[in-house]
């Protein structure tokens, strides 16, 4: 049975993850020309390795379809519902650091915490007619950490695929959830993150696919020793 | 396997509700989604089920019938008093049971005196459990918002801290999340140092006009979101909040309150204990209660049988007072639930306040109650 192993496409992501690999002494080599999306891991049969995007592989991680992905934490988390009962973080890289925040205007110099925005949330449609927005890509993350952990629940997510950071000086929503590694984007937008608004510390992780089939294979266990013997 | 058709009992069922006084109102299947998320939050939106029409606007199966009756009534412009019945399939994704599942209820709505309607819905939606899931072990709890919101007034606390506490009634973590910090409250929060100065000097006209120039610097409008006003006014109020500290007494009083858990016709005397012992002025809620439980008697009710909890209620904020529900067997399946929710006609749309109160019932946990018998 061939391990299909998933890595990211393109980018530092790439180089990094390919890069630990080679430090696990997994030779990653590209079948055909640089640009292929299939790759070989060298002096192991039967391994194959899928190049593709990061969130894909965490959408192939939760269907089965691959057996390991080098991702972000983020992205497992916000695809898969229950990611837990469906994936295994195996090993966490040190790459790709970044977390999911919770960050308003900064001139809201009364809201600090998530206490503080519940009580903004509360008043807002009595005072504008409308419920606060949410600009976000993070729909799951947003939803179980707003409701489940801080009993917020009215406010609407405005889905944003890019620039978020720059919603809420357009006008397109009051306040964002975005990803943020260093926080200068944030800060040159005039947004700060709440005291309580760190959603999840994310960065790239080797994920397996749950499998039955797994628990015999010595090749998986393998892997895992390997990867997680390099990071030492 | 799970039965997508009508249970048996619905005809009888339907017959009984014509029997009630109630117009049955014919819904559509697929209704606008926003309302629904606009009114529950967006945690509803992973269990309902959504899709767009063609020109991009949210549509979704009727995860629900009191937010589309109350909407067509609005529409139509009708006069109240009026009620309506209902009897039909809803779509909701759940853990537990069908994604499409039956629902009927009654909604009843701008009749004035609410004790008198409180009592209807919970006393119809009773018997209507009491003939279609004739179980021996059923339970009946009920809560009410409008007491915990005059005991919250009665203790003295600011507004601020009132609204917070309301608003995470019946959310039992959120809840005793808020009594934690009220109980000890976070001393290390200092205001910024850019409106330190401001505050300090009580200068509120320097901070929002401080705060409005800051906003036009950088480019924020002062008017599509939180206004200078707005977040002037809270910074100052956030200043009392903080420091706010429930004292031993009142939050013994708070516990003690939440804590009440008596069969209804013990409740009336447990609340004027209560006040009596904290010290608390609520009697205007305690008369409310009291009318309810004499229109509940009037009507025939066994007040022994209802017990009231005084921390039952539903974090949502159209629901106002009234809050119960109906359950059966060891696992508390859950037949009936009703409520008051005074705000969700304004929320909706409303020209005037209309007094709303209602129940629907689960068919096909009845059913299951039936099977079981």
């Not at chain 1, 269907?63 to 991702?71: H, K, P, S, W």
């Not at chain 1, 489940?148 to 406010?155: N, V």
């Not at chain 2, 994704?93 to 709505?109: H, I, K, S």
């Not at chain 2, 910090?181 to 409106?195: M, T």
């Given at each position: 049975m061939t391990l299909t192993v998933a890595l990211p496409s393109k980018g530092r992501m790439k180089d990094d993850a390919i890069a630990i690999f080679a430090r696990a002494g997994l030779t990653v080599s590209a079948i055909g020309n640089d640009r292929s999306y299939r790759g070989r891991i060298e002096g192991i049969e039967d391994v194959e390795v899928a190049f593709l995007s990061a969130s894909e592989i965490a959408r192939e991680l939760g269907a089965g379809a691959v057996d390991f992905g080098v991702t972000g934490?983020?992205?497992?988390?916000?695809?898969?519902?229950?990611?837990d009962e469906r994936v295994e973080i195996t090993a966490?890289?040190?790459?790709?650091?970044?977390?999911?925040?919770?960050?308003?205007?900064?001139?809201?110099?009364?809201v600090d915490?998530?206490?503080?925005?519940?009580?903004?949330?509360?008043?807002?449609?009595t005072r504008h007619g409308r419920r606060l927005t949410i600009a976000t890509k993070y729909w799951r993350l947003t939803q179980n950490f707003f409701s489940t952990r801080h009993g917020i629940q009215l406010?609407?997510?405005?889905?944003?695929?890019?620039a978020t950071e720059g919603a809420p000086a357009s006008g397109a929503a009051d306040i964002i959830v975005d990803i943020t590694s260093t926080g200068s984007t944030l800060t040159a937008n005039h947004l700060r993150i709440l005291s309580d608004g760190v959603i999840l510390r994310s960065e790239a992780c080797l994920v397996r696919a749950r499998k039955a089939e797994h628990d015999a294979d010595p090749r998986v266990a393998a892997l895992i020793s390997a990867v997680r013997a390099a990071l030492g | 396997m799970p039965q997508a058709g009508l249970p048996e009992f619905a005809t009888d069922l339907a017959r009984a509700l014509d029997a009630l006084a109630a117009a049955r109102v014919d819904i559509p299947v697929i209704q606008p989604a926003e309302p629904f998320l606009d009114m529950a939050g967006e945690d509803l939106r992973r269990r309902i089920f959504l899709t767009e029409s063609e020109t991009g606007e949210s549509l979704c199966l009727r995860p629900e019938f009191t937010i589309p009756v109350c909407s067509a009534h609005i529409a139509e412009n009708v006069a109240t008093p009026r009620r309506y019945s209902y009897l039909g399939q809803v779509f909701r994704q759940r853990r537990d049971g069908a994604n499409e599942f039956y629902q009927a209820g009654v909604e009843d709505l701008g009749e004035p005196d609410e004790a008198r309607a409180d009592a209807r819905a919970l006393s119809e939606a009773r018997a209507l459990i009491a003939e279609f899931a004739p179980a021996?072990?059923?339970?009946?709890?009920?809560?009410?918002?409008?007491?915990?919101e005059a005991v919250v007034a009665g203790l003295g606390l600011p507004a601020g801290w009132q609204k917070r506490l309301i608003h995470a009634f019946g959310n039992e973590q959120a809840l005793n999340a808020m009594i934690a910090r009220l109980a000890n409250p976070?001393?290390?929060?200092?205001?910024?140092?850019?409106?330190?100065?401001?505050?300090?000097n009580g200068d509120v006209d320097g901070l929002e006009a401080h705060i409005e120039e800051v906003m036009q610097q950088t480019g924020y409008s002062t008017n599509a979101s939180r206004s200078p006003a707005e977040i002037a006014a809270r910074l100052i109020g956030k200043q009392a909040l903080d420091a706010t500290r429930l004292s031993p007494g009142s939050l013994d009083a708070l516990k003690a309150f939440l804590a009440l858990d008596v069969p209804l016709d013990r409740a009336a005397s447990a609340l004027s204990d209560f006040a009596r012992d904290a010290g608390l002025d609520i009697s205007a809620a305690q008369s409310a209660f009291k009318a309810r439980l004499n229109a509940l008697s009037e009507r025939g009710e066994d007040l022994g049988a209802i017990r009231w909890r005084a921390a039952f209620g539903r974090p949502l904020d159209y629901y106002t007072g009234l809050v119960f529900e109906i359950s059966a067997g060891s696992d508390n399946l859950v037949?009936?639930?009703?409520?008051?929710?005074?705000?969700?006609m304004t929320l909706l749309g409303a020209h005037d306040p209309i007094p709303a109160v209602g129940f629907s019932l689960w068919l096909d946990r009845i059913q299951t109650v039936r099977a079981g018998q």
């Amino acid at each position: 049975m061939t391990l299909t192993v998933a890595l990211p496409s393109k980018g530092r992501m790439k180089d990094d993850a390919i890069a630990i690999f080679a430090r696990a002494g997994l030779t990653v080599s590209a079948i055909g020309n640089d640009r292929s999306y299939r790759g070989r891991i060298e002096g192991i049969e039967d391994v194959e390795v899928a190049f593709l995007s990061a969130s894909e592989i965490a959408r192939e991680l939760g269907a089965g379809a691959v057996d390991f992905g080098v991702t972000g934490e983020d992205l497992v988390r916000e695809s898969l519902a229950r990611a837990d009962e469906r994936v295994e973080i195996t090993a966490r890289l040190g790459f790709g650091n970044a977390d999911v925040v919770v960050a308003v205007p900064d001139i809201w110099k009364d809201v600090d915490s998530m206490a503080d925005l519940g009580d903004v949330a509360a008043d807002f449609r009595t005072r504008h007619g409308r419920r606060l927005t949410i600009a976000t890509k993070y729909w799951r993350l947003t939803q179980n950490f707003f409701s489940t952990r801080h009993g917020i629940q009215l406010y609407r997510i405005v889905e944003s695929l890019g620039a978020t950071e720059g919603a809420p000086a357009s006008g397109a929503a009051d306040i964002i959830v975005d990803i943020t590694s260093t926080g200068s984007t944030l800060t040159a937008n005039h947004l700060r993150i709440l005291s309580d608004g760190v959603i999840l510390r994310s960065e790239a992780c080797l994920v397996r696919a749950r499998k039955a089939e797994h628990d015999a294979d010595p090749r998986v266990a393998a892997l895992i020793s390997a990867v997680r013997a390099a990071l030492g | 396997m799970p039965q997508a058709g009508l249970p048996e009992f619905a005809t009888d069922l339907a017959r009984a509700l014509d029997a009630l006084a109630a117009a049955r109102v014919d819904i559509p299947v697929i209704q606008p989604a926003e309302p629904f998320l606009d009114m529950a939050g967006e945690d509803l939106r992973r269990r309902i089920f959504l899709t767009e029409s063609e020109t991009g606007e949210s549509l979704c199966l009727r995860p629900e019938f009191t937010i589309p009756v109350c909407s067509a009534h609005i529409a139509e412009n009708v006069a109240t008093p009026r009620r309506y019945s209902y009897l039909g399939q809803v779509f909701r994704q759940r853990r537990d049971g069908a994604n499409e599942f039956y629902q009927a209820g009654v909604e009843d709505l701008g009749e004035p005196d609410e004790a008198r309607a409180d009592a209807r819905a919970l006393s119809e939606a009773r018997a209507l459990i009491a003939e279609f899931a004739p179980a021996k072990n059923l339970s009946i709890i009920l809560g009410d918002q409008s007491v915990f919101e005059a005991v919250v007034a009665g203790l003295g606390l600011p507004a601020g801290w009132q609204k917070r506490l309301i608003h995470a009634f019946g959310n039992e973590q959120a809840l005793n999340a808020m009594i934690a910090r009220l109980a000890n409250p976070d001393s290390a929060a200092q205001p910024d140092a850019s409106v330190a100065g401001f505050l300090a000097n009580g200068d509120v006209d320097g901070l929002e006009a401080h705060i409005e120039e800051v906003m036009q610097q950088t480019g924020y409008s002062t008017n599509a979101s939180r206004s200078p006003a707005e977040i002037a006014a809270r910074l100052i109020g956030k200043q009392a909040l903080d420091a706010t500290r429930l004292s031993p007494g009142s939050l013994d009083a708070l516990k003690a309150f939440l804590a009440l858990d008596v069969p209804l016709d013990r409740a009336a005397s447990a609340l004027s204990d209560f006040a009596r012992d904290a010290g608390l002025d609520i009697s205007a809620a305690q008369s409310a209660f009291k009318a309810r439980l004499n229109a509940l008697s009037e009507r025939g009710e066994d007040l022994g049988a209802i017990r009231w909890r005084a921390a039952f209620g539903r974090p949502l904020d159209y629901y106002t007072g009234l809050v119960f529900e109906i359950s059966a067997g060891s696992d508390n399946l859950v037949l009936a639930g009703g409520g008051r929710y005074d705000r969700l006609m304004t929320l909706l749309g409303a020209h005037d306040p209309i007094p709303a109160v209602g129940f629907s019932l689960w068919l096909d946990r009845i059913q299951t109650v039936r099977a079981g018998q």
